[in-house]
């Protein structure tokens, strides 16, 4: 076997949750849903999917920003697809006038078989509610979507929404910048945020009567922050959030408290002159312009001559017992290189792949622990120990200002790695026995 084929993943899960092997006992697997039947399981040339169905729509209740789950069956999960909520009907405004026709779509998150949730906003695509509280009535319906564009439809389930005073959200986005998405996923390490607002349904019904907003969070340096101000019932304003800096520890080489990446989450409340108040939480994260991400892989690029760590260990009349130990430890260093030219700091590689990259590793630490080995009557044994040259490769990410992300390039990591072996043999001794150990040498394609 080449070197070459050593490699091992330890990214990858195959996950089998869930389906019966034998159809004897498939009543005992509970519920037919698309995870746990293996009858509705796609091939790869089937492009029929299964319906889920819907038993309810809770709460209903909605104000911008509430959490809404559908409760039903056969929802389909990540790995194969997607689920697609879709309302359907009219829309009645109260106070402040809108309404009007609805046909507004959402991608929910799906949660399990029997539930998946969404987050309301009023302007949801292609028509949303409105901006005004109200009342929906129509219908809702869920498609399951595969990977290859194939569909199942739930049956359509009447439903009557009541929509609240609100806290609308127009716009998340860096300070000064244009984003194509309305409520931008990220901003840059260092830049400002601008929340675009407007509050429905509070206050005195004038459009002049003063509701107070305050906007609390923890910025990304730990330190608690206030932002104020007042608006009138229908109208909107910005409130411009700085979320503070991310920057490495003390110790650049330490990832006790290093963040490459951090959520960012703004409480949102408004009060009415009557004391009402209503709140609702606005999330982004806050991103260092590069970062990399590492999945555990580890390939063997070359394997060295195995080295012996003890002397000769007699078995004696009756046979002895030895524990793993080093006369001397090996001590290497890690290295690191780019697939191009990247602003990527060591910190960042640092915490991208969880150990330095450029620090030292010693056969000492971890090699051999907890390893006894006997020997026989008359016979001499001894522990080796052979050295591995292993490569790591990360991906590297960068953010653009509007949290958008692409793959740049890769990160690759020289590590090192150390096996205890041990052999005995009849005397005399030395010279040792021989090692039992991987054949030494380069693997395929290095040079």
């Known amino acids: ?255 006790n408290d290093a963040r490459t990446s951090r959520d960012v989450g703004v409480s949102i409340t408004a009060t009415d002159g009557e004391g009402n108040q209503i709140r609702r939480l606005v999330v982004f994260t806050v991103h260092q312009p590069y970062e990399v991400y590492y999945d555990g892989n580890v390939e063997v690029v070359e394997v060295f001559a195995p080295q012996a760590v003890t002397g000769c260990l007699p078995g004696g009349m009756n046979g002895n017992s030895f524990n793993y130990s080093e006369s001397t430890n090996e001590g290497r260093s890690r290295g690191y290189s780019l697939s191009g030219s990247f602003g990527v700091s060591v910190w960042i590689l640092n915490v991208g792949f969880g150990f330095g990259v450029s620090s030292s590793v010693s056969s000492g630490t971890g090699t051999g622990l907890g390893i006894s080995r006997s020997v026989f009557p008359h016979w001499f044994g001894a522990f080796f120990r052979q050295t591995s040259k292993l490569l790591r490769t990360g991906t590297i990410v960068r953010y653009d200002e509007c949290g958008g992300s692409r793959e740049v390039g890769e990160a690759y990591v020289t590590d090192w790695t150390w096996a205890p072996g041990f052999n005995m043999k009849p005397g005399p001794c030395p010279p040792l026995p021989e090692p039992l150990f991987s054949e030494p040498g380069i693997a395929d394609g290095e040079e």
């Open 1 to 255: 076997m080449s070197l070459s084929q050593l490699r091992v993943d330890f990214g990858r899960t195959v996950l089998l949750g869930g389906v019966c092997l034998l159809a004897a006992f498939v009543s005992a697997c509970g519920g037919t849903s698309l995870e746990n039947d293996p009858t509705k399981i796609l091939s790869d040339s089937d492009d029929s999917v299964t319906a889920p169905n819907i038993i309810a729509v809770t709460p209903t209740v909605w104000s911008a920003g509430s959490t809404v789950k559908l409760l039903g069956g056969d929802f389909m999960g990540p790995s194969k697809g997607k689920v697609m909520v879709r309302f359907v009907g009219t829309y009645s405004g109260g106070a402040g006038g809108g309404g009007g026709s609805v046909d507004m779509e959402i991608e929910a998150t799906y949660r399990a078989s029997n539930r998946v949730e969404f987050v309301f906003e009023a302007d949801d695509t292609p028509k949303g509610f409105g901006s005004s509280i109200g009342s929906f009535s129509g219908k809702v319906t869920a498609t399951n979507v595969n990977k290859r564009g194939g569909e199942g439809k739930s049956e359509a389930v009447q439903t009557t929404i009541q929509v609240g005073p609100s806290i609308v959200v127009n716009r998340v986005s860096p300070y000064s910048q244009s984003c194509d998405e309305k409520r931008a996923p990220g901003i840059l390490n260092g830049d400002l945020v601008d929340i675009d607002l407007s509050v429905t349904g509070m206050g005195s019904g004038s459009g002049y009567a003063p509701i107070a907003l305050t906007a609390a969070y923890v910025a990304v340096d730990d330190q608690p922050r206030v932002v104020e101000a007042n608006i009138s019932d229908g109208n909107s304003t910005l409130l411009t959030i700085d979320p503070g800096m991310l920057a490495p520890g003390d110790d650049p080489e330490s990832l």
